[in-house]
């Protein structure tokens, strides 16, 4: 359905002339070429955005307006067993609950999405796993941020660092945004009046005497973490290249050796070896 030609957005100077001129000779010409700028635009977004993603269409059922229509549920119970690995608990009660609860506010168009799951945030101990479900779509990283994470990844990220640590990028990554978000440098942002007597952020400071410290038990923690895992699933811990080949020689020698012992026991059996047999022998030992 398409809207009608004086309700399409044009611009407020357009919009402005279209109210004083509704009879102009060129109002008609120009709002022909707004709609078909319009659907133009639509169906070519429709053909390029992925409408039909499965994860979209889950998402979608985030929208408070959706909230006891069956279709919402059967969506959200998908996007349950797509997190199901972040979830405390089943999802399938809640849901229930959720969708008859008379003491949840009514959503209303205009309102954050946001503030209005904080209503359900707020109720813990009534829905522990859609809140957990929620929060974990509602940090999904979209919007313009996404374009500027990638300049930013490309100011850290190059032939030196191309191995960092996750951690260790996302750390400065976050940095980065700040400063760039408040307009500030890192000496303005934590700049003080007097630098001998002014306050000094002692938070950031034992923080920065401890960073190497935790750092060096976070990797020995994840370290003992995977040996454990390893010991768990019987999983042999891999060594060096140089380590591996040592270890596949070995292997091999030892493979001859049986072989060779083999050979000679049934030689003796058979009355002792021939030339040939003498011959596959002297190999094998070698």
Same mark, same amino acid.
């Given at each position: 359905?398409?809207?009608?030609?004086?309700?399409?957005?044009?611009?407020?100077? !357009?919009?402005?002339?279209?109210?004083?001129? #509704?009879?102009?000779?060129?109002?008609?010409?120009?709002? !022909?070429? *707004?709609?078909? @700028?319009?659907?133009?635009?639509?169906?070519?977004?429709?053909?390029?955005?992925?409408?039909?993603?499965?994860?979209?269409?889950?998402?979608?059922?985030?929208?408070?307006?959706?909230?006891?229509?069956?279709?919402?549920?059967?969506?959200?119970?998908?996007?349950?067993? %797509?997190?199901?690995?972040?979830? #405390?608990?089943?999802?399938?009660? =809640?849901?229930?609950?959720?969708?008859?609860?008379? &003491?949840? #506010?009514? $959503?209303?168009?205009?309102?954050?999405?946001?503030?209005?799951?904080?209503?359900?945030?707020?109720?813990?101990?009534?829905?522990?796993?859609?809140?957990?479900?929620?929060?974990?779509?509602?940090?999904?990283?979209?919007?313009?941020?996404?374009?500027?994470?990638?300049?930013?990844?490309? =100011?850290?990220?190059?032939?030196?660092?191309?191995?960092?640590?996750?951690?260790?990028?996302?750390?400065?990554?976050? *940095?980065?945004?700040?400063?760039?978000?408040?307009?500030?440098?890192?000496?303005? +942002?934590?700049?003080?009046?007097?630098?001998?007597?002014?306050?000094?952020?002692? +938070?950031?400071?034992?923080?920065?005497?401890? @960073?190497?410290?935790?750092?060096?038990?976070?990797?020995?923690?994840?370290?003992?973490?995977? =040996? %454990?895992?390893?010991?768990? $699933?019987?999983?042999?811990? %891999?060594?060096?290249?140089?380590? @591996?080949?040592?270890?596949?020689?070995? &292997?091999?020698?030892?493979?001859?050796?049986?072989? !060779? !012992?083999?050979?000679?026991?049934?030689? %003796?059996?058979?009355?002792? #070896?021939?030339?040939?047999?003498?011959?596959?022998?002297?190999?094998?030992?070698?």
């Amino acid at each position: 359905m398409l809207l009608h030609s004086k309700d399409v957005y044009v611009g407020q100077e !357009a919009d402005s002339f279209r109210s004083q001129n #509704p009879k102009h000779a060129l109002l008609v010409t120009f709002l !022909a070429h *707004v709609r078909k @700028a319009y659907t133009t635009t639509a169906v070519y977004l429709q053909k390029k955005l992925p409408l039909n993603s499965p994860t979209l269409i889950a998402l979608s059922a985030l929208d408070p307006l959706l909230r006891g229509h069956s279709q919402a549920t059967i969506q959200l119970k998908r996007l349950g067993g %797509m997190l199901s690995h972040l979830l #405390p608990e089943n999802l399938q009660r =809640e849901l229930v609950y959720f969708n008859v609860d008379l &003491t949840l #506010p009514r $959503y209303k168009g205009g309102d954050r999405v946001v503030e209005w799951w904080g209503h359900v945030f707020d109720q813990p101990g009534k829905y522990p796993t859609l809140s957990a479900l929620v929060k974990c779509c509602l940090l999904i990283f979209h919007g313009p941020r996404v374009e500027s994470s990638f300049s930013l990844m490309n =100011e850290v990220l190059d032939q030196r660092s191309g191995n960092m640590n996750v951690e260790t990028f996302n750390a400065i990554q976050t *940095v980065k945004y700040t400063l760039l978000s408040r307009g500030q440098t890192a000496i303005q +942002m934590f700049r003080r009046e007097d630098v001998k007597f002014g306050e000094v952020d002692r +938070m950031m400071s034992k923080n920065i005497s401890t @960073a190497a410290a935790t750092y060096r038990q976070r990797l020995k923690a994840k370290s003992m973490d995977r =040996e %454990m895992q390893q010991r768990r $699933y019987g999983h042999k811990q %891999m060594g060096s290249a140089q380590q @591996a080949k040592k270890q596949a020689s070995e &292997t091999e020698k030892q493979a001859r050796l049986r072989h !060779a !012992a083999t050979q000679r026991k049934r030689a %003796m059996e058979t009355g002792g #070896p021939g030339k040939k047999e003498k011959e596959v022998i002297h190999w094998f030992i070698s």
